[in-house]
């Protein structure tokens, strides 16, 4: 409920106090409450169910309004990884406001996996193979990837040359971790097949970012794509290791909902992000 209220700007006890007004309203009661968790009733299911519905024909009409008079206005909720979100989505969405100052965007931050429809998301963009089928897809880029530690890690460790090494000389893998994150193991390249590599590794993080800094202090091994650490790589502050395997590339993409009518807007941000992203990858390539 406290995330709830963060989400609309409301405090918790205006939250509470709004489910209160719905539950007279219907005399049902829309949730179990106890003093560790809070689940939805049956009847708070329906409500919930008819009302996403509800916001959608409305958001369809709006987006269908502000198409025709080419003033489009509202707000779009945005989700992307921490790193590639801070790189190249972040610098972009100040552009696209400058040209269209109705129209709002919330951008979320997260390495972790994001369900669209149960979170309210408008759009995504996402780093690796995408499982749900149902939702539209629109591919940015494939990322070349390395295995990288920092010069004094490969001092004290030794170089692993391939995926193999990494296992027997027992080097440290940091690894991505999270509910229902997939990282835990590595695809590397093995005389042109991919193959998986699994590891038990001492440091974890749901944050990218921290298992780079990680790297940089010499704990270990990284997976990463190129862009994010070609600065530390150019500076010497982090060497490429196990050469000759080499991670799978990366697919980078966007994905949305699969709507009937699809919102004027969040079409307008998609096309524009896609074109800034490929405009600003085609110059660091």
């Known amino acids: 409920m406290s995330a709830a209220g963060r989400d609309q700007r409301l405090s918790a006890a205006v939250v509470s106090s709004r489910i209160s007004e719905l539950e007279k309203h219907f005399a049902v009661r829309l949730f179990n409450r106890t003093t560790r968790s809070m689940t939805p009733t049956s009847h708070g299911k329906l409500l ?105 890690y490969v001092e004290k460790h030794g170089m692993p040359e391939t995926g193999e090494d990494l296992i027997s000389q027992g080097h440290k893998c940091l690894l991505l971790r999270y509910p ?19 590891f038990q590794s001492p440091l974890e993080s749901d944050d990218g970012d921290v298992l780079t800094a990680w790297a940089l202090a010499g704990c270990g091994v990284i997976n ?30 966007c994905v949305y909902p699969h709507k009937r009518l699809q919102d004027h807007k969040v079409r307008l941000f998609i096309d524009y992000a896609l074109s800034a992203c490929k405009g600003i990858l085609e110059v660091e390539d």
């Open 48 to 152: 919930y169910t008819g009302a996403t519905k509800i916001l959608d024909t409305i958001a369809e009409v709006e987006g269908g309004m502000s198409e025709i008079t080419d003033k489009p206005k509202g707000s779009i909720f945005v989700a992307a990884p921490l790193g590639l979100g801070k790189k190249l989505i972040a610098p972009v969405i100040p552009l696209f406001n400058e040209r269209y100052p109705d129209i709002h965007i919330r951008l979320r931050l997260t390495d972790r996996s994001v369900d669209i429809t149960n979170e309210g998301l408008d759009a995504a963009f996402i780093l690796g193979r995408l499982s749900d089928s149902e939702l539209r897809v629109r591919h940015i880029h494939d990322f070349d990837r390395v295995l990288c530690a920092a010069p004094a």
């Open 224 to 253: 990463k794509a190129i862009y994010e650490v070609a600065d530390a790589l150019a500076a010497g502050e982090l060497v490429i290791v196990a050469q000759q395997s080499p991670p799978t590339p990366l697919p980078f993409a």
């Open 180 to 198: 229902g994150a997939d990282e835990f193991f590595w695809m590397l390249q093995v005389d042109g097949n991919p193959k998986r590599y699994d």
